[in-house]
């Protein structure tokens, strides 16, 4: 199969990076974020299994791809956490007990156990394995020329104007012609546009990113090591944005 990459966002120029991937919070999580309990709510178990059994792969895939392709992008592991808000603990242990009963990877921790571990300061968390921080920006880049490299063909602000579905074959309609191709795969995020019929099954939501200032040392230890990236229970629910803090190599903390 012969890659045809396009890139439409004139705002930016059509180049790589600074769009939403180069402002990401630059983590390949396992779970898809939700509460496993509200994806088993809402679509049955077997979907909610094979959710965080697709995001667990997906990372480990990520990171494999990452080192096989020799990409600098700073990749490394971190320990990822759902630490219980304060008096949310029952609601953290039912959260846990779905995931064990349906044999989702999942450690349960005591506070006392957070403790050693360097965590943040919280009664009780869920830690799971198989993250990794990483430069999104610098990821990008890489992959985007090892496609290259391998005889992908890229398009800069090339802006897409429609996509027409056939039997056998898919027709991307862009401002400066027509590509033919039997498959294509959108990366917007979200059903954009030229997606009109599945716009419905989306839902808008905001999110935002902050990085701080340097944190001082009382403070990084009530977040935890750098090693270690967590949410707490009022950010695993479907209805929020998830919540990831992390500390980077300048003392300063990411919070989204």
Same mark, same amino acid.
Request: with cysteine.
């Given at each position: 199969?012969?890659?045809?990459?396009?890139?439409?966002?004139?705002?930016?120029?059509?180049?790589?990076?600074?769009?939403?991937?180069?402002?990401?919070?630059?983590?390949?999580?396992?779970?898809?974020?939700?509460?496993?309990?509200?994806?088993?709510?809402?679509?049955?178990?077997? &979907?909610? *299994?094979?959710? +965080? %059994?697709?995001?667990?792969? #997906?990372?480990?895939? $990520?990171?494999? !791809?990452?080192?096989? /392709?020799?990409?600098?992008?700073?990749?490394?592991?971190?320990?990822?956490?759902?630490?219980?808000?304060?008096?949310?603990?029952? &609601?953290? *242990?039912?959260? +846990? %007990?779905?995931?064990?009963? #349906?044999?989702?990877? $999942?450690?349960? !921790?005591?506070?006392? /156990?957070?403790?050693?571990?360097?965590?943040?300061?919280?009664?009780?968390?869920?830690?799971?394995?198989?993250?990794?921080?990483?430069?999104?920006?610098?990821?990008?880049?890489?992959?985007?020329? #090892?496609?290259?490299?391998?005889?992908?063909?890229?398009?800069?602000?090339?802006?897409?104007?429609?996509?027409?579905?056939?039997?056998?074959?898919?027709?991307?309609?862009?401002?400066?012609?027509?590509?033919?191709?039997?498959?294509?795969?959108?990366?917007?995020?979200?059903?954009?546009?030229?997606?009109?019929?599945?716009?419905?099954?989306?839902?808008?939501?905001?999110?935002?990113?902050?990085?701080?200032?340097?944190?001082?040392?009382?403070?990084?230890?009530?977040?935890?090591?750098?090693?270690?990236?967590?949410?707490?229970?009022?950010?695993?629910?479907?209805?929020?944005?998830?919540?990831?803090?992390?500390?980077?190599?300048?003392?300063?903390?990411?919070?989204?």
């Amino acid at each position: 199969m012969r890659a045809r990459r396009r890139e439409g966002d004139r705002a930016r120029g059509g180049s790589y990076g600074p769009g939403s991937a180069g402002r990401s919070a630059g983590l390949l999580l396992p779970e898809p974020g939700p509460a496993f309990r509200d994806i088993e709510q809402a679509h049955g178990l077997r &979907t909610a *299994r094979v959710a +965080f %059994d697709s995001w667990r792969r #997906a990372s480990l895939e $990520g990171a494999a !791809l990452l080192r096989r /392709l020799n990409i600098r992008c700073g990749l490394e592991p971190v320990i990822p956490l759902i630490v219980a808000a304060r008096d949310d603990e029952k &609601t953290l *242990r039912r959260e +846990f %007990d779905a995931r064990a009963k #349906a044999r989702v990877d $999942g450690t349960w !921790l005591t506070s006392k /156990l957070l403790g050693k571990l360097t965590g943040p300061d919280a009664p009780a968390a869920i830690r799971m394995r198989d993250a990794f921080s990483l430069d999104p920006y610098r990821a990008c880049l890489g992959l985007s020329a #090892a496609a290259a490299s391998r005889g992908a063909v890229i398009f800069e602000r090339s802006r897409v104007k429609k996509v027409k579905v056939a039997r056998r074959h898919v027709d991307v309609i862009a401002e400066g012609g027509t590509v033919r191709a039997s498959t294509v795969i959108v990366t917007t995020g979200t059903a954009s546009l030229e997606f009109r019929q599945l716009r419905r099954h989306f839902k808008r939501r905001e999110s935002y990113l902050v990085l701080t200032e340097s944190v001082p040392a009382a403070i990084r230890k009530q977040i935890g090591t750098r090693d270690t990236t967590f949410r707490d229970t009022r950010a695993a629910s479907s209805s929020r944005a998830m919540d990831v803090r992390r500390p980077d190599s300048d003392c300063r903390c990411h919070a989204g």
